[in-house]
C-alpha cells in the first residue's frame, strides 16, 4: 500500500474513531448519568483513545529501522 494513502486513511480512521467515542462520552456525561456516572466511561474513552492515536503513529508516522 502506498505511504500516503496509508497516512490519509489512518488518520482519518483515527480521527473518526476519536470524534465518536468522544461524542459518547459527551453524551453520557451530559445526560441522565450526569459527570459522576459518565465518569468511569470517560476515562476508559480517553485511553482508547490514546492508544488509537499512539498505533497510528506507530504505524503510520514513526521511522523504523527495517
Known amino acids: 500500500m502506498s505511504y500516503g494513502i496509508k497516512l490519509l486513511m489512518g488518520l482519518i480512521g483515527t ?7 468522544g ?7 451530559t445526560g441522565f448519568a450526569g459527570f459522576w456516572g459518565g465518569f468511569p ?3 476508559i474513552a ?5 492508544m488509537a492515536i499512539y498505533d497510528y503513529w506507530d ?4 521511522k523504523r529501522k527495517d
Open 15 to 21: 480521527a473518526l474513531l476519536c470524534i465518536f467515542v
Open 23 to 29: 461524542g459518547l462520552s459527551h453524551s453520557i456525561s
Open 41 to 43: 466511561f470517560m476515562v
Open 46 to 50: 480517553i485511553i482508547v483513545c490514546g
Open 59 to 62: 504505524e503510520c508516522i514513526r
